[in-house]
């Protein structure tokens, strides 16, 4: 009988279609790691009945879980109840399974039949705060206990589970948490300090496994996330560290696109077929009245929208003269005031979050969707030029703005530079200078698209070395189109947005919208031209940017259609197919 089971046994080992492979990660392993793991508690095949996996990691006081994995390795002919048990739930830790009744003592328990006796389930323990001030890592053990008719199962003995529920009130240490928010499928990967990654796969809170010593920096960044999803930090993820600090991750469906949410993993291409504009939201045609309303698409009021960007559902407006950021429900028009900034002239969006430039503060703030909270993101306040960290940095008059998973890009307009904040450090920094008056940019995989109005050209720059080339724009001012984008001419080119086959850019200064070729040679075209007035309708007839001498505003797109912020009109439009 032992030679079977022997034979077994090895069967199982190399038969992946029996055992699938069961992968551990111990992120930055090192000696500090290892002692936090229980060494003894291995994978384990019990009598050629059941696979329990090693735990991922430990619990702590904090709560955070620990989990791991039951399979059982034959059919049985009965159903199996296997009843758990913690040994310690006031200092170790609790099983977080609700099913529970008098055949398990009141414990908690699983159960395999004859269908289901290949999952794989998982059990999460979750760690237990015990006493506070009490010092010392508390060891627990979780025990099994088989009920079941089943003789090939009846009498096995599992071994216990062991594991650490780790101490937090350390001296002049504290811990990294991470709670996420909207993780509804797969897993996120977060780094602290570039060194020492943590894989999260429920909303539960959790934290880095070891602590920092005081007055310690860290800097928090998202590695990967669920195909499909895209993962923002609603509080700061970088700071010295002088007490437990906790940083929260929301995740929602879509993807982060050219400074917005796209249902898409790559930009699309728009129709091409631009029939005519029409008016969404604000003072509708022929008259333009500027105010401060909220309501419907009719009755809403903006006064001087100069900046937009979409997720999808939302276009996000800075309403400079307002002095509000508001939202217009794509659907149907509708806004309504997300926030209060002083003179906003740019914003961007990650689903999550709202950025926003506030050009006479010379800030950029951060504005939480879900609860409209403002803070500042980054600059002192102080017109100026310095990088550096992000409430010491000085800007001068920033306008546009565009973002990606790692930065916020900055048009410093006064300082003709394009400046990049990162996301997880706060660093900003200089990415092109020798501008001139830089306004509008867009940013697509690993490239940054710049209107530099003073110049009348626009420039690509690969984000990776910082390289810029012209790629539109002879540097003349005028009109004309051309195959060759840089035999092509502008006026102050000012708006920008970009899908997955063309740059479009309305021109301030000549009023018209132009189209760019994304691949060489760039040929530019026109889809609009010069009409001052207030008017919907086909192409040829429809009028905006009332009778101001510019048009100095932004476009944006939701991957369906383009929409414009008529500045001078006081409204939000589109152009429809």
């Not at 079977?4 to 392993?29: E, G, M």
Request: proline share 3%; hydrophobic share 35%.
């Amino acid at each position: 009988m032992k030679i079977f089971f022997l034979f077994l046994y090895l069967f199982i080992i190399n038969c992946k279609k029996v055992v699938p492979t069961i992968k551990f990660f111990f992120p930055y392993l090192n000696s500090d790691i290892i002692k936090n793991i229980d060494p003894t508690n291995t994978t384990n095949i019990i009598n050629g009945s059941f696979l329990i996996s090693n735990i991922d990691r430990n619990t702590n006081e904090f709560g955070v879980e620990a989990n791991f994995t039951i399979q059982m390795l034959k059919a049985p002919t009965q159903p199996v109840k296997l009843c758990l048990k913690s040994s310690d739930t006031l200092s170790g830790g609790t099983i977080s399974i609700l099913n529970k009744d008098t055949e398990c003592s009141n414990e908690t328990f699983i159960e395999f039949n004859n269908s289901n006796w290949q999952e794989i389930k998982k059990i999460f323990v979750k760690g237990s705060r015990g006493t506070v001030g009490v010092t010392g890592n508390t060891n627990y053990q979780i025990s099994f206990k088989i009920i079941t008719n089943d003789l090939s199962y009846k009498n096995i003995n599992l071994n216990t589970v062991n594991i650490i529920n780790a101490d937090i009130d350390l001296s002049s240490e504290y811990f990294v948490l991470i709670q996420p928010n909207g993780l509804t499928s797969g897993s996120l990967t977060i780094t602290l300090n570039s060194n020492t990654n943590l894989i999260i796969e429920s909303n539960s809170l959790t934290s880095f496994i070891n602590p920092l010593s005081a007055s310690s920096t860290y800097s928090v960044s998202i590695n990967t996330q669920p195909t499909g999803f895209n993962c923002a930090f609603i509080s700061n993820p970088f700071g010295v560290l002088n007490s437990h600090t906790t940083i929260s991750i929301q995740c929602i469906q879509g993807n982060l696109l050219n400074g917005g949410i796209y249902t898409t993993s790559v930009l699309p291409t728009l129709s091409q077929s631009f029939a005519g504009m029409i008016t969404i939201s604000g003072s509708m045609p022929p008259t333009a009245i500027s105010s401060d309303v909220d309501g419907n698409s009719s009755n809403s009021r903006f006064d001087n929208p100069i900046a937009i960007t979409s997720d999808g559902i939302f276009i996000y407006v800075a309403d400079l003269l307002n002095n509000k950021i508001k939202k217009v429900r794509i659907s149907n028009g509708e806004a309504s005031t997300l926030a209060s900034i002083n003179f906003p002239h740019g914003v961007a969006t990650d689903g999550i979050n709202v950025y926003a430039s506030t050009y006479t503060d010379h800030k950029i703030k951060k504005i939480i969707i879900s609860t409209g909270v403002v803070s500042d993101f980054a600059g002192s306040g102080v017109a100026g030029d310095s990088d550096g960290a992000a409430l010491s940095a000085e800007f001068n008059q920033p306008t546009y703005l565009t973002l990606d998973q790692t930065n916020v890009y900055v048009s410093d307009r006064l300082n003709s530079k394009i400046k990049k904040i990162n996301i997880s450090t706060g660093i900003v920094s200089t990415m092109i200078s020798g501008l001139n008056l830089p306004n509008g940019i867009a940013v697509d995989s690993g490239f940054l698209y710049i209107a530099d109005s003073g110049n009348h050209q626009i420039l690509r720059v690969d984000i990776s070395n910082n390289t810029s080339t012209i790629i539109a724009g002879s540097g003349s001012i005028g009109g004309t189109n051309n195959t060759n984008g840089l035999l092509a001419t502008f006026n102050l080119p000012y708006g920008i947005t970009i899908d997955g086959s063309y740059i479009y850019v309305l021109e301030g200064g000549s009023k018209r919208f132009r189209r760019i070729l994304k691949n060489s040679p760039n040929s530019v075209s026109t889809i609009m031209s010069q009409n001052d007035g207030y008017q919907d309708g086909v192409i040829s007839n429809a009028k905006f940017c009332g009778n101001i001498t510019d048009c100095n505003t932004s476009i944006t797109t939701d991957g369906l259609f383009i929409y414009f912020a008529d500045r001078y009109n006081h409204s939000i439009r589109k152009f429809n197919y």
